[in-house]
């Protein structure tokens, strides 16, 4: 059963590697965009489905849950949240979170996963000896590490995502 699901996953990858290749919206979106392949571009794509819902950058973030808008960049409860709508949509929350996964294990040589950790060792300069023996430095790490995958994912979203997307939708059809 095992060898059957693996099989079958890959017949699928190929499928959507081939269709996210010949989609020109796809290619606009995340052609160039190091570490974003077919499997978490149609995350995103899946979970935005139409761009024109956001005015603002910024809303697509806050949509994705990335604005923290509490005291010291915490959450507020809904109750709390002095008219502001915050969202959190899990699809693309979710998006999010494989993404910054991936460059934070992965994508450390690629653009999006080189402002990570360099936010990473600007907002906790120690190495991994001294962060083992001290445990405030562990900590201090450990919110840089959080911050630093909020504050990547946010410039993918407002800088990349958001102005393609909205482009693309404004560009002239060509005819056929």
Known sequence: HVAFLVEQEERERSWL????????????LFGDVEGVGPSI???????IERIERFSQ????????G???????????ARR???GKTLSRDPQLN??????QEYMFQWGRNQPLGQRLISQVERNCPCTPEERQQDKDLRRKH?????????????YFLEYIVWPRWSEYM?????PT
């Open 66 to 76: 990335m604005l923290p808008r509490g005291k010291e960049g915490t959450l507020p």
């Open 80 to 82: 709390y949240s002095r």
């Open 94 to 99: 979710a998006a999010c979170f494989i993404l």
């Open 142 to 154: 450990a919110e840089a590490v959080k911050q630093a995958r909020i504050a990547m994912t946010r």
């Open 57 to 64: 950058r910024t809303d697509l973030s806050n949509y994705a």
């Open 41 to 47: 571009g149609a995350r995103f794509i899946a979970a």
């Open 170 to 174: 404004v560009l002239p059809i060509a």
């Open 17 to 28: 590697e081939n269709l996210c290749k010949g989609s020109a919206f796809y290619l606009h």
